[in-house]
């Protein structure tokens, strides 16, 4: 069965100080890993695709990283306004509709 | 502003009413999506449509009825909801809903509250 489980559940981090989100995934065959961000009251923004191990993308401080078995979205020198839940989410290449499977999402929050 | 409008942005039914939900994208694309996002639980899809046909029906309960006019417009039909049902209603749309499926636009979402 295709999952997608990320940690930490939530994060707090100081303005500056830079960490990390896992999204750990198993799927039959992956076509794509995708990164959204979502504010509260509002829907996901796309941020990144990754299809193959070792592939990285970025933009502004956010880098996203591939592995076969999970995923990182690290955030460098994080501002308030990056306060969001990012949520990871696959597609299965065994998959006709365009099925993604979600995570439950890692809820930041950056203080100044 | 992503492409992809719903309305409308808030909806309070009582549990024999009926409603509609209306998403519209703006982006080309031909497949669209419907989502529902609880608290605390990762987003479920419900239905898939690709250029306007049905691909995919998550096992949904009956009292929720998509349809598919276009390859721009998808209406969710609700009727006799109960009050687990009430969740954000998300829609979006991609380029192709096939086996060549890739990231997929969200529209602002419906938050429906059953009473």
């Known amino acids: 069965e295709d999952q997608v489980t990320q940690s930490p559940e939530a994060l707090r981090l100081q303005e500056g100080e830079s960490s990390s989100l896992n999204c750990s995934y198993t799927?039959?065959?992956?076509?794509?890993l995708f990164w959204y961000r979502q504010d509260p009251g509002k829907g996901p923004e796309f941020l990144f695709t990754?299809?193959?191990a070792g592939e990285e993308k970025e933009k502004e401080r956010l880098k996203a990283t591939l592995t076969k078995k999970e995923s990182f979205l690290h955030i460098t020198a994080p501002k308030p306004e990056d306060s969001a839940t990012y949520l990871c989410?696959?597609?299965?290449?065994?998959?006709?509709?365009?099925?993604?499977?979600f995570g439950q999402g890692t809820e930041l929050s950056v203080k100044p | 502003e992503t492409g992809v409008t719903q309305t409308p942005r808030h909806l309070v039914m009582g549990m024999t009413n009926k409603k509609s939900l209306k998403c519209e994208q703006h982006l080309g694309h031909n497949a669209m999506y419907w989502y529902k996002q609880s608290a605390k639980k990762p987003l479920e899809l419900m239905f898939v449509y690709n250029f306007k046909e049905q691909t995919e029906n998550n096992s949904v309960p009956s009292r929720f009825s998509p349809e598919c006019p276009n390859s721009s417009h998808l209406f969710l039909h609700l009727h006799t909801l109960q009050p687990e049902d009430s969740a954000l209603y998300l829609c979006?749309?991609?380029?192709?809903?096939?086996?060549?499926?890739?990231?997929?636009?969200f529209g602002p979402g419906t938050r429906l509250t059953v009473t």
């Open positions: 989410a696959v597609q299965s290449i065994y998959n006709q509709g365009g099925k993604l499977i």
């Open positions: 979006a749309s991609s380029q192709d809903g096939g086996t060549g499926a890739g990231e997929q636009y």
């Open positions: 799927v039959s065959g992956l076509r794509g």
């Open positions: 990754l299809y193959s």
